[in-house]
């Protein structure tokens, strides 16, 4: 009996040592440090069934609930936050969007996911993934809003990659060409793609499109206008050319460091093109 004793009791102290062992080791290798944690506690002192990750060693991120939704909170391993993606019903977007998408052309389609994003220095904006089910082959594009339902961009569905929705910290001198020349505008999207730095804002109810080269100097602003809103020398042009037959269907405005151009799309049947023109009626190639 005493030996059965003495074993139990080498058995109890040897899982003790392993249960020590495993948590030192989850200690050594845990996902979140005392920074972001500490961050974390004080931005979402409610936040429910915590879940930390690794994402690409840069940044550490929490899944949570806060009340009814499901939340990812990304931080830096020094406490930084960068970025909450929530999802949430369709009934809780404000109601610019909503009226936005209902009157837009993807009223009909099937809604899939609603997404809020709020990013480090940037405005809110809420994503509806949208599915077009009529088609051969089924369409899936998600739609980008502003808080007052300006429609930022339309761009297709694919396998989102969360840190594509990270914002970039913009350099001083993109800041201060941005608040110089579009005074009370809005960032809502910032991306690099080519080296080219892409900065959407809005101003004045229009979403603009800004592009700087990697030493940061201005390349070009792009935004679309209306087809009221071009030259009647562009207008004349095209009725005298071999377009004349075809509609115009988008009109893009650009302004770069060595004058202004217009990007046009024009329709006939079941055919597209995109012509390029000075503001005087020339073709530009």
């Known amino acids: 009996m005493k030996f059965r004793n003495y074993l139990s009791l080498f058995i109890a102290a ?51 609930l806060n009340g009814s939704t499901t939340n990812d909170a990304w931080f830096t391993p020094d406490g930084k936050w960068y970025m909450t993606e929530t999802d949430i019903p369709y009934e809780k977007l404000p109601a610019a969007v909503k009226t936005a998408f209902e009157q837009s052309i993807y009223a009909s389609w099937t809604k899939d996911d609603v997404d809020m994003l709020e990013r480090l220095n940037q405005e809110t904006i809420y994503v509806i993934e949208v ?117 115009i269907d988008d009109v893009e405005y650009t302004e770069t460091p060595n004058g202004v151009f217009y990007v046009i799309d024009l329709e006939l049947n079941d055919k597209e093109v995109t012509i390029k023109m000075d503001q005087d009626g020339n073709f530009i190639k």
Do not use: H, M
């Open 131 to 247: 599915e077009n089910k009529t088609t051969r082959n089924e369409e899936e594009i998600d739609l980008y809003y502003s808080e007052d339902g300006i429609l930022i961009k339309a761009v297709p569905d694919s396998e989102d990659n969360p840190e594509d929705y990270l914002p970039i910290e913009l350099p001083e001198e993109v800041t201060s060409f941005i608040n110089k020349n579009y005074p009370n505008s809005r960032i809502v999207e910032t991306e690099i793609e080519n080296k080219i730095l892409e900065v959407e804002i809005i101003q004045d109810n229009v979403c603009k499109e800004i592009l700087f080269d990697s030493s940061y100097e201005w390349l070009a602003t792009s935004w679309e206008i209306e087809e009221g809103l071009l030259p009647a020398a562009i207008k004349e042009a095209i009725a005298a050319s071999e377009y004349s037959a075809w509609e």
């Open 14 to 64: 040897l899982c003790t040592l392993c249960i020590q062992s495993c948590s030192n080791d989850d200690d050594a290798k845990s996902p979140v440090s005392p920074q972001a944690e500490s961050a974390f506690n004080q931005k979402y002192p409610d936040a429910q069934n915590v879940a930390w990750r690794s994402v690409s060693n840069k940044y550490q991120v929490a899944s949570f």
